[in-house]
């Protein structure tokens, strides 16, 4: 019984929080218009909190990759969302370091707030896009939250606080986190006060579908040209929105998602020597900028292969963060004491993503004519066509902010 209703408040929890995302922002207006007063509306933030996410997602990208062996998909997005609510409760000490960590402005919470209000608004489920992100502070029952952080975390819809006996009946507990979070999870420790639990789950329609006839077995290769093993390979032959990275030499693919094209899967190949492990080092903010801007529509169809997949990782965030230099709210539990009484102390936080590629999509792809070798109007180097038969890294970006919800690298076919 116990049990159950801790399923019950962690599932509920779950399905709130999915709905609770929903302030839908008009497109090119997106302002904080709670108390317009505190804010310096005309600032161009948005590129602000763009630099502060991309940063926040690079960092937290190359120990991701690593341990993952470059094969998983993550929410840099979401991690930052609950770093920043623990953020607005830590201590003044750790609050400075984490503040710094995501780039949030310390002395104005207004400028935070409205970043928060894009953050918690990208992930909008839609008939088309399922696209389902939970984000929650499971706290052990008894806890006496403080009510004005609990406010500012309700306010900017950064995380919802649900309740459990972690203390009295730890089995149970654990075992529902399990169900909720996935079968496994090797690393979860209820030694603290609460637990750090974040889902994201994503299944969407592409505007423009891939020909479903073509779906074939093809080979994967690693970068010495090894096969790898098989992949299920969706082929288009499609106009496309095409990009070139000169910084780290490699063509980019945008596809859209979606009826509005709301979101946007961007695919990466490293031109050459397809090793893409040396190249996440040198990513910056300022290459994912390079990338956006460089995307164009190529005047002509273009061969598109991508292989069809479920990737599926559990991230074991504490390690992240801690390899990130940020240890203290896990480890001294003083840090947390203005979030609750006792201190919220966490002792796990856990991230599992689920991400989806189909070949279905809203529309057939137009029939265009076949003019060979007719100019395509990219850059040459990218060549006429996008063949993901190799190492490469993905993400799923909203069109309005490119926000980067989640990122992803594919280098292994699962046999
Ligand atoms: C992929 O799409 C096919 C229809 O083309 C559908 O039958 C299948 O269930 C989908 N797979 C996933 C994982 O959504």
Redesign the pocket.
């Known amino acids: 019984m116990q049990t159950l209703t801790i399923l019950c408040l962690v599932a509920c929890s779950a399905l709130i929080s999915g709905q609770q995302h929903l302030p839908v922002v008009p497109s090119s207006s997106i302002q904080y218009t709670s108390d317009p007063g505190l804010c310096n509306v005309n600032r161009d933030y948005i590129r602000e909190y763009r630099s502060a996410t991309y940063d926040f997602c690079l960092f937290s990208y190359r120990p991701v990759a690593v341990r993952s062996n470059f094969n998983f998909v993550y929410s840099p997005i979401s991690i930052w969302m609950m770093l920043a609510a623990i953020a607005e409760g830590a201590d003044p000490l750790t609050q400075q370091n984490l503040f710094q960590l995501l780039h949030l402005p310390p002395h104005d919470p207004c400028l935070r707030y409205a970043f928060y209000q894009i953050a918690t608004s990208r992930a909008l489920p839609s008939k088309e896009v399922n696209i389902r992100n939970n984000r929650i502070l499971l706290i052990n029952e008894g806890t006496t939250l403080n009510p004005t952080w609990h406010d500012i975390v309700v306010k900017n819809s950064l995380l919802d606080v649900v309740t459990a006996p972690i203390k009295y009946n730890s089995v149970a507990t654990a075992n529902e986190i399990k169900k909720i979070m996935s079968a496994r999870l090797p690393t979860l420790s209820l030694s603290g006060n609460s637990v750090l639990l974040d889902t994201i789950d994503y299944?969407g329609l592409w505007t423009t579908a891939f020909a479903?006839a073509v779906i074939e077995r093809a080979p994967f290769y690693s970068p010495q040209g090894e096969v790898l093993g098989s992949v299920d390979m969706m082929r288009v032959r499609r106009r496309a929105r095409m990009g070139y990275i000169k910084s780290i030499h490699a063509k980019i693919l945008e596809l859209a998602v979606g009826a509005d094209e709301r979101y946007r899967m961007l695919f990466s190949v490293i031109i050459g020597n397809p090793d893409i492990k040396p190249v996440v080092a040198a990513v910056t903010s300022a290459t994912v900028f390079e990338m956006i801007d460089s995307l164009r529509e190529s005047a002509v169809p273009i061969d598109v292969a991508i292989p069809?997949m479920?990737i599926s990782s559990e991230v074991d965030v504490r390690v992240i963060l801690e390899d990130i230099g940020v240890t203290d709210i896990f480890t001294d539990p003083s840090t947390t004491r203005y979030i609750s009484d006792p201190p919220a102390f966490p002792s796990s936080f856990l991230q599992r993503a689920t991400l989806?590629l189909?070949?279905?999509g809203l529309y057939a792809p137009p029939q265009e004519p076949e003019i060979y070798n007719a100019p395509t109007g990219l850059e040459l180097v990218v060549g006429r066509d996008f063949i993901a038969d190799r190492p490469f890294l993905f993400g799923l970006f909203d069109a309005e902010t490119y926000t980067c919800i989640m990122a992803a690298a594919y280098t292994s076919p699962s046999l």
């Open positions: 299944n479903d069809r479920v989806v189909n070949n279905t």
